[in-house]
């Protein structure tokens, strides 16, 4: 029996992917352990216990043990969190998010000790072959692993039953700058202005090589203007379709404050709902026949779940002038996008049910970066990688039973510091309590006995 360790870095993005794993694992009598960020200084200091350890990124292990895991026996494997969008539009960027800032800045040993790399799809592929092809021997493509079966929930109807009824619209929100859910100031992010880290995604001071960043944190004052540009107009299109008698719910980006949005849409007297934050963004989906907001990622999930996007980043001539390069306003799908001019143009849009999440051009997209619709099996191929060459000894089951003894005191310890220092726990700094644990089993699609979520 081998011990796996994988770290939720997102408790609302990455839970479910872990849930589903731990099933998927212990079908083949194997046992998965949930991470976090809190927990991983634990794991310092037990690693023995483990003897396969799944990290999102190169960088998030370094940055967490230094160079000591390098020395570890436990197989190390990547599997991406976030990994499709604009970053696919430019292979050099994607390279470098794959495999961090440090290798492309000579310091290779960190990429050379990782055993194993799962991408979402042959772009991020081709993106190492071509910028880093010395690795692409230990890299498989794998798909979404949020969209694999298990993470899946079975709706309750078709869609297609549903056509004809009361519209469910869904919102999506990005204001992070404007709404950062650890309550910093919108000022804060000038902070980052001339800092190397974020102007550039790379800078090798031996061979002066380097990669200028376009991403939008670069350009902090662009940014705060798109988020807020894009406020006023969500609100406003909100207030109209919920005039036109559709019904509205709300997914607040995971590092937005989720109370802020509740607060101005009680004052503004929009009788919008809120989505639970702690449920799989594709439970939600399924849920709404469109989904509108800012250019995002989640638009890729809409479409793979047959909801129709609808971008609202022409709705004011002035956001045009502060979009950057590497911005989502240019990521491949946005092509296929419809983005309305006014509001009118976006209610009869969705008054003459128009769809195209079928068509030739987004499939192609979806298959290339997302590896759609083979990532129903995405997390399959993840326990295949896992298990190469994976042996396991009674000593780190004998190192696993004292870590499961000491993480509740650990976490019990770390809630009380919390609690003194009057910090809430979020999305990315939450306890692993045995309550916690039990909700994230339940959030994929079956249990080890094969019982279907509903």
Known sequence: MANIYFLIDELNRDAVVASALKKKFALKGHNLVYGNRASNRLLKYIHGAFDVIVFPRPHQIYDNFGND??????????????????????????????????????????????????????????AVKDYAPE????????????????????????????????????????????????????????????????????????????????????????????????VENTLKIINRLLQAGHIVTLRIHPKEDGDVWRDILRRCHLGASISDPTLPITDWLQEVDYLFGPPSTSFYDGVMLGVTPISICNLDPRRKASIGQLWEENNRLMDQVFKPETIEDLLSYVDAQVRNVDSPAILAILEEEANFPACANALERVVEVCLEKTLSSWRANMMLAVFKIIRPLYFAAWRGMNLLRGRRENSAMFSLSVKQIRFIDGLSSIDVNGVTRQ
């Open 69 to 126: 895991w390098l020395t570890w026996k436990a197989r190390f494997v990547t599997l991406s969190a976030e990994s499709l969008g604009i970053i696919c539009k430019d292979h050099q960027v994607m390279a470098k998010t794959l495999l961090d800032r440090e290798y492309f800045e000579g310091n290779r040993q960190y990429v050379d000790r990782i055993d194993a790399f799962c991408f979402w799809g042959l772009k991020q592929m081709q």
């Open 135 to 230: 690795v692409a021997h230990k890299c498989h493509v794998v798909g979404h692993p949020r969209h694999d079966t298990l993470c899946i929930k079975r709706r309750t109807e078709k869609k297609i039953e549903r056509l004809g009824r009361k519209k469910t619209i869904g919102v999506i929100t990005r204001a992070v700058a404007l709404n950062d859910y650890f309550k910093r100031s919108a000022i804060d992010c000038y902070a980052n202005l001339f800092d190397e880290h974020f102007n550039y995604e790379f800078y090798n001071k031996l061979t002066g090589e380097n990669l200028p960043s376009t991403r939008s944190g670069v350009s902090p004052g662009n940014m705060l203007i798109v988020q807020a540009i894009d």
